[in-house]
């Protein structure tokens, strides 16, 4: 069983930067890959970046892309994602999520066996 506690959402004009971290129980964390999604109000939850078990491997949403960075920290069982260049469309309650089986795992997927509480991220214009 692996938990997971997002933190690092806020308030941010368009333009700047946040990051954002998801901290997480279990020593299986090093095994799992990760993702981030968001969802915003009205919409359907969306994949945002992922990793690798090994850390070797990312993969973006084209909205994000060159924009994010998905990075992880086994030693602080921590995955990131760093934001930079805000938009307003960024706008949603972002979530951290962990994949139990890095042989089916689908990088671009939405499909992960364990999710956070999540945490609001709002860029004002």
């Known amino acids: 069983q692996v938990q997971l506690v997002e933190s690092g959402g806020g308030l941010v004009q368009a333009g700047g930067s946040l990051r954002l971290s998801c901290a997480a129980s279990g020593r299986t964390f090093r095994t799992y890959p990760m993702g981030w999604f968001r969802q915003a109000p009205g919409k359907e939850r969306e994949f945002v970046a992922s990793?690798?078990?090994?850390?070797?491997?990312?993969y973006y949403a084209d909205s994000v892309k060159g924009r994010f960075t998905i990075s992880r920290d086994f030693a602080k069982n921590t995955a990131y994602l760093q934001m930079n260049s805000l938009k307003p469309e960024d706008t949603a309650v972002y979530y951290c999520?962990?994949?139990?089986?890095?042989?089916?795992?689908?990088?671009?997927?939405?499909?992960?066996?364990?999710w956070g509480q999540g945490t609001q991220v709002t860029v004002s214009s």
């Open positions: 990793i690798s078990w090994s850390g070797d491997s990312t």
């Open positions: 999520a962990a994949h139990g089986d890095r042989i089916t795992w689908y990088p671009l997927g939405l499909k992960y066996d364990y």
